[in-house]
């Protein structure tokens, strides 16, 4: 598989530094940043504190509430709680939180899920939970898996925020998805457009059954699909598209896991961890727009403020 970002959309960044400087421009704020921590299978956690603990929490920007396993914050012995609506999510179980830290952000009297211990993360001993948009859709979130930092500003900047040296660098508009609890965006895969969604609690990048048959014609039956051994009932095969570009970010051969019935109704593909690890994303949710540029680490005198 390969990936190019193409220098077409440099353009774009400049454009994005040239209005930053009028007078009515705030400057790029940075508000927290966090390690990211490989847990294997490719996915990271990041550290939260809930009071005196630190809980390693899965980064999952396509769940809507956060939630800790119930083993975790047992001992804080702290004021039980309902959240009995979430979207289309209910959780009945939950944690009155006085204070609670994501690197240098502080949330004071936060309510979290707590998981019994049978979510779909639970099978990651790695992690205590899920950090999810409740916490996260403030802010602008930027990705820097080169050098394992989930950093977090404030969204009211200028536009243009690749404050990092990079050669190439591409922005893409962006929607908020209520059913999928994230930020979706177009893209061609195999010359088809498509909504997709950056799935950070996902190893691999996906389709369901559904959608690969209304878009692309296939299914569990077509030439080169293959199946993939699992440990339930589910029927999940694996498909190689020939390509996969959006706003210049291009990959080649790309390998995807269909599943048989999994997340949104609508046709949309979940980018997993296996392609975003190739990036640094910067996601300007202030300004409905995604920066990206190829992976790597930031020169010592790059920063924001």
């Known amino acids: 598989m390969q990936i190019i970002i193409r220098a077409l959309t440099v353009a774009l960044m400049f454009a994005g530094f040239a209005r930053a400087e009028t007078?009515?421009?705030?400057?790029?704020?940075?508000?927290?940043?966090?390690?990211?921590?490989?847990?294997?299978?490719?996915?990271?956690?990041?550290?939260?504190?809930?009071?005196?603990?630190?809980?390693?929490l899965l980064l999952s920007l396509t769940t809507l509430q956060s939630e800790v396993d119930k083993s975790e914050i047992e001992p804080l012995r702290l004021m039980p709680g309902r959240l009995e609506a979430v979207g289309v999510w209910a959780f009945h179980d939950a944690v009155l939180v006085p204070r609670l830290r994501i690197g240098d952000l502080e949330f004071k009297n936060r309510y979290?899920?707590?998981?019994?211990?049978?979510?779909?993360?639970?099978?990651?001993?790695?992690?205590?939970?899920?950090?999810?948009?409740?916490?996260?859709a403030p802010f602008d979130i930027e990705l820097d898996f080169a050098n394992h930092k989930l950093n977090l500003f404030l969204p009211d900047h200028c536009p243009g925020a690749v404050y990092w040296p990079a050669a190439s660098a591409t922005e893409i508009?962006?929607?908020?998805?209520?059913?999928l609890f994230g930020d979706t965006f177009s893209v061609k895969l195999n010359d088809k457009e498509i909504d997709a969604v950056l799935d950070t609690g996902s190893t691999s990048s996906w389709l369901t059954e559904v959608a690969a048959e209304a878009v692309f014609s296939i299914d569990f039956d077509s030439p080169g699909m293959r199946s993939v051994p699992t440990t339930n009932d589910d029927q999940v095969h694996s498909?190689?598209?020939?390509?996969?570009?959006?706003?210049?970010?291009?990959?080649?051969?790309?390998?995807?896991?269909?599943?048989?019935?999994?997340?949104?109704?609508?046709?949309?593909?979940?980018?997993?961890?296996?392609?975003?690890?190739?990036?640094?994303?910067?996601?300007?949710?202030?300004?409905?727009?995604?920066y990206v540029t190829p992976a790597g680490p930031i020169a010592p005198q790059a920063s924001a403020q």
């Not at 421009?25 to 009071?51: H, I, N, Q, W, Y």
């Not at 508009?173 to 059913?179: A, E, G, L, N, V």
């Not at 996601?283 to 409905?288: P, Y």
């Open 173 to 179: 508009p962006t929607r908020f998805d209520p059913w």
């Open 23 to 56: 007078t009515s421009c705030k400057p790029l704020t940075r508000l927290s940043s966090a390690e990211m921590r490989d847990v294997g299978s490719g996915l990271v956690t990041v550290p939260v504190e809930f009071e005196s603990k630190t809980v390693p």
């Open 112 to 136: 979290v899920a707590v998981d019994p211990g049978n979510s779909a993360y639970s099978f990651s001993k790695a992690a205590g939970g899920v950090l999810g948009m409740d916490l996260l």
């Open 239 to 290: 498909y190689v598209f020939r390509t996969l570009d959006f706003g210049g970010v291009a990959f080649s051969n790309l390998p995807l896991m269909i599943y048989e019935s999994r997340g949104s109704i609508r046709p949309t593909l979940h980018l997993g961890m296996h392609e975003l690890r190739k990036l640094h994303i910067f996601l300007a949710r202030g300004q409905k727009v995604m």
